[in-house]
């Protein structure tokens, strides 16, 4: 397989590389991390014919620069953002071809909070852990366990074909402006020890995303609520949990969380409406409903229904015209006279 680079002309904010996460590690210490908006990462991996684990780039608010050395095809996803390869305007939530050379420039996120660009092959550093995900706290992954810098060259595969391309897209419905989003959650392991007023604030009460949100967590903005007096163990954590803390404000714990926590756990919102959290614009009010585990489980079925649906129109349509770029001889022919 023939390699070339990304060269990172400029950083963007918060650009890290991700994958499906270091799973199997969390009981030695060791977070998770990956794609913050898994649903996000898994259609842009899904849409340059990735595997669902191959490492992507994400990044917050604004993405990076960035300057092709090889020809490859790409995806972005996530939050509502401009990209601009070499002056051409993208799409979101649909496949492009790019030639050695170009240039992927980004205008700053207008709604949401976190994109993704996923490139055919993935990002192809080394695994540690079994993962490519970068975790900045501890400097563990990703490049040098940090965000991406000005120069950073990121490994990839040579690619000229790709089967399907004008399928490879995913028309999703904005959603309509609400003054109050229902996040489901399932009760959590503490829930009986925090008091009925404790559990009517919480359920009823709307709150918003504070300024202290990362990829760690999302304090919430609310009325404070009644914490229980009974001191608990630390125990594990999962993404989604929503921890109350000493001064009775909810965190929403994300994909770097702590692997263990002392604070109760009222809840875990579930993961078929994390994104809306995730993505969440500023003063967006929110309310938490609970459902059951079985219902939670049924929402996430309907919710990747839409990649599964995708999956099977891709490989379905691969022989119907637009074929899309099928021999590597013509490409690198076209390529010449460009």
Not at 133 to 153: E, F, H, K, P, Y
Not at 200 to 223: C, H, K, N, W
Not at 262 to 273: E, H, Q
């Amino acid at each position: 397989m023939m390699r070339s680079t990304i060269e990172v002309l400029n950083p963007g904010l918060a650009t890290s590389i991700q994958d499906a996460g270091r799973w199997g590690y969390q009981s030695s210490g060791v977070p998770v991390s990956g794609a913050v908006d898994e649903f996000a990462f898994r259609l842009a991996n899904l849409l340059v014919g990735n595997q669902p684990e191959d490492a992507a780039i994400e990044f917050m608010i604004l993405g990076p620069t960035l300057k092709f050395k090889g020809p490859t095809f790409i995806a972005i996803t996530g939050g509502t953002c401009q990209a601009q390869l070499d002056g051409q305007v993208l799409q979101l939530n649909r496949a492009y071809q790019v030639k050695a050379g170009s240039v992927l420039h980004f205008k700053p996120i207008t709604a949401g909070r976190f994109g993704y660009l996923a490139v055919k092959g993935g990002i192809l550093i080394p695994l540690i852990l079994h993962s490519r995900a970068t975790t900045s706290r501890i400097q563990l992954g990703g490049l040098a366990g940090r965000n991406l810098q000005v120069g950073d060259c990121l490994p990839i595969a040579v690619f000229y074909c790709l089967s399907s391309l004008a399928q490879r897209q995913l028309m999703v419905a904005p959603r309509p402006a609400v003054k109050k989003v229902v996040l489901h959650f399932v009760k959590g392991p503490q829930w009986q020890l925090f008091s009925a007023q404790a559990q009517q604030i919480f359920t009823e009460a709307a709150f918003t995303v504070s300024q202290q949100a990362d990829r760690m967590g999302y304090r919430l903005a609310g009325p404070a609520l009644p914490v229980p007096a009974k001191n608990m163990l630390s125990e594990g954590t999962v993404t989604g949990n929503v921890q109350i803390t000493r001064s009775g404000q909810p965190i929403v714990l994300l994909a770097d969380r702590q692997t263990a926590g002392g604070y109760p756990v009222i809840g875990t919102v579930c993961l078929a409406d994390l994104e809306q959290l995730i993505q969440a614009q500023n003063g967006q009010q929110f309310c938490f409903q609970a459902i059951s585990v079985a219902a939670a489980t049924q929402r996430l079925h309907e919710k990747y229904d839409d990649l599964q649906k995708l999956t099977t129109k891709i490989s379905a349509t691969r022989y119907q015209l637009p074929i899309g770029p099928q021999q590597v001889a013509g490409q690198r022919i076209a390529e010449l006279f460009d």
